[in-house]
């Protein structure tokens, strides 16, 4: 089968297709350029370039694989949680396109659909695992006991790593969103002895604060004047975090006796965070998984895989009227069998 995957829960608007015998056909992405002048997502505009973007992009996706839309057997679609308006031109999309062809679809979780996303290029990755959620939005540890079955151990308090990554990228005058950009800037840095703290290691649990980290970044960066002044905070400052997701990735193992590890979301591209994982899990014999860097933010391609597994598991259905939800708890999906 063919599933058609759909994603439009933010300001990326993107369609992959998987193939139930030979994996990922082929996925596109778009990024809103609009919101750039911002300095965040514009909500509307966001809706209204997707309904721009969403049919051409699909049928040159068709073409480029040489398919016809008669080819599309199922069709996942990302249904939360996300801005309610860009979901709706993706559901409405997605489930109009699945009744009028007449093929089942199925709403897909888009956190799910990052959490499974290291799954698409290691065959070998099944569950358990631990999963650390990583993006503008998020921050959360996620226990996978099985596909589908997703125990939230501990999630952010405040900012997002993601969203702080932002903040400070703002402020260095690097763009939105300027994750990538502090993190290349940080290369440049070198160790001056300035330490930022580590939220909420010295105590126990596995929540996550990042504002007050970020306010010292902020504090530090007012008294610098240069280009090499700031790459020296922005080492600082991605040495804190990557030290304090792995900290925690770390209590988590211990806490679950899990073994191997998988990251996932835009902030999982970053590579000192990616060996600094891989590190503390071979460490413990076992294992970090990432998708590939494509993967790690907004795409479709976890979407129609996400979505496959859920229809092979039987809980698609006819495309009668569509869903969106701006809120959904990750712990409310249904397992697979
Ligand atoms: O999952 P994602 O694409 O989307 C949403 O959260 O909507 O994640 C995007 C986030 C942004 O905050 C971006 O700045 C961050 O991922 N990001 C990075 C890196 N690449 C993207 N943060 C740190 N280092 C990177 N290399
Ligand atoms: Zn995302």
Same mark, same amino acid.
């Given at each position: ?28 992405? $778009?990024?809103?350029?609009? $919101?750039?002048?911002? /300095? ?8 209204? !370039? ?14 480029? *694989? ?12 990302? *249904?939360?949680?996300?801005?309610? /308006? *860009? ?21 897909? $979780? ?8 290291? %799954?698409? !290029? ?14 503008? /939005? $998020?921050? %959360? ?18 900012? =997002? ?18 994750? *990538? #950009? ?8 070198? !160790?001056? /002895? ?8 010295? @105590? +126990? ?12 970044? %902020?504090?530090?960066? #007012? ?6 002044? @700031? =790459? ?19 209590? &988590? ?37 990432? +998708? ?8 479709? =391609? ?10 092979? =598991? ?9 869903? &969106?939800?701006?809120?959904? +708890? ?8």
């Amino acid at each position: 089968m063919i599933v058609l995957g759909i994603e439009t829960s933010c300001d990326e608007t993107a369609c992959a297709l998987y193939s139930s015998e030979d994996g990922l056909l082929g996925h596109r992405v $778009h990024t809103q350029a609009i $919101h750039a002048e911002y /300095g965040g997502v514009v909500p509307e505009l966001a809706s209204r !370039d997707h309904v721009r973007w969403l049919l051409p992009m699909v049928d040159g996706l068709l073409a480029d *694989a040489g398919l016809g839309r008669a080819a599309i057997g199922g069709v996942a679609y990302t *249904a939360g949680p996300g801005l309610l /308006g *860009a979901l709706l031109v993706g559901a409405a999309f997605g489930a109009g396109l699945a009744f009028a062809l007449g093929v089942e679809a199925v709403e897909v $979780h888009h956190m799910e659909g990052h959490l499974l996303a290291p %799954m698409l !290029d290691n065959p070998e990755l099944q569950p358990p695992f631990l999963a650390l959620l990583v993006s503008g /939005g $998020h921050t %959360m540890l996620v226990a996978v006991p099985a596909v589908g079955r997703y125990e939230v151990l501990g999630e952010t308090l405040d900012d =997002a790593v993601g969203e702080a990554f932002d903040k400070i990228a703002k402020l260095m005058g690097l763009g939105y969103p300027g994750g *990538a #950009a502090l993190a290349r800037l940080a290369q440049d840095g070198s !160790d001056t /002895g300035a330490r930022f703290p580590r939220p909420m290691t010295d @105590r +126990p649990g596995l929540e996550f604060s990042f504002s007050g980290l970020k306010t010292r970044a %902020m504090l530090a960066l #007012a008294e610098v004047t240069d280009r090499q002044g @700031r =790459a020296d905070v922005a080492h600082a400052f991605e040495e804190a975090i990557v030290d304090t997701l792995t900290i925690k990735c770390e209590r &988590a193992l211990n806490q679950t006796g899990l073994r191997n590890v998988v990251v996932a979301g835009g902030v999982g591209a970053n590579l000192r965070l990616r060996e600094s994982l891989a590190t503390m899990a071979r460490r413990r014999g076992g294992e970090a998984f990432f +998708p590939r860097h494509e993967f790690c933010t907004d795409n479709a =391609a976890m979407i129609a895989y996400a979505g496959w597994l859920r229809l092979k =598991a039987g809980q698609g259905a006819a495309a009668e009227g569509f869903a &969106a939800r701006a809120r959904w +708890p990750l712990d409310a999906l249904s397992a697979l069998a």
